[in-house]
């Protein structure tokens, strides 16, 4: 029984590590955000992450912000030829967020494009 006025926390981050909810949780495997993987950002089938929340309060704006971050992400692959400068290593370190221990370092190089002019 949850008492009246309580305050109820999830533990998001715990469910990210969780290897009930996902396959191999510490694996980097970006392929699994892929459509027709095992994402689900809304939670209308199951919560397994909540980075805009979840139910009636779920942020409004998330489609808006998905756009966004897709089209920023985009066009930051679209412009530059990245690197890594040195070993990749992604060992994390709780901090406000989780950060990684050892910042990523990379090799940023504008990729040329034929000007039409
Ligand atoms: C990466 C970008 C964003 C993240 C991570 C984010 C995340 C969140 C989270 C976690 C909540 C609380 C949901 C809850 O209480 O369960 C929220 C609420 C809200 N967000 Fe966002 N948000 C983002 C972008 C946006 C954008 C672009 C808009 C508007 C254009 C927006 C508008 C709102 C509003 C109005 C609420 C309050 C909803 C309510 O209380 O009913 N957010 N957001």
């Known amino acids: 029984m949850i008492p009246k006025n309580a305050a109820?926390?999830?533990m998001?981050?715990?469910m990210?590590?969780?290897p009930q909810?996902?396959?191999d949780p510490m694996a980097f495997k970006p392929e699994r955000f892929l459509e027709g993987g095992e994402f689900d950002l809304t939670g209308s089938k199951?919560?397994?992450?909540?980075?805009f929340g979840?139910?009636?309060?779920?942020?409004?704006?998330?489609?808006?912000?998905m756009l966004h971050l897709e089209y920023f992400v985009a066009n930051l692959v679209w412009n530059f030829k990245w690197e890594a400068a040195g070993e990749v290593d992604l060992t994390e370190k709780p901090e406000f967020t989780v950060v990684m221990k050892h910042?990523?370092?990379?090799k940023l190089s504008p990729r040329?494009?034929?000007s039409s002019q």
């Open 12 to 14: 998001v981050a715990e």
């Open 16 to 18: 990210g590590w969780d």
């Open 112 to 114: 040329v494009k034929a």
């Open 103 to 106: 910042p990523l370092e990379v």
């Open 46 to 51: 199951e919560i397994k992450m909540m980075p």
């Open 8 to 10: 109820v926390n999830f």
């Open 54 to 65: 979840a139910g009636r309060r779920m942020c409004p704006g998330y489609a808006l912000a």
């Open 21 to 23: 909810v996902w396959e």
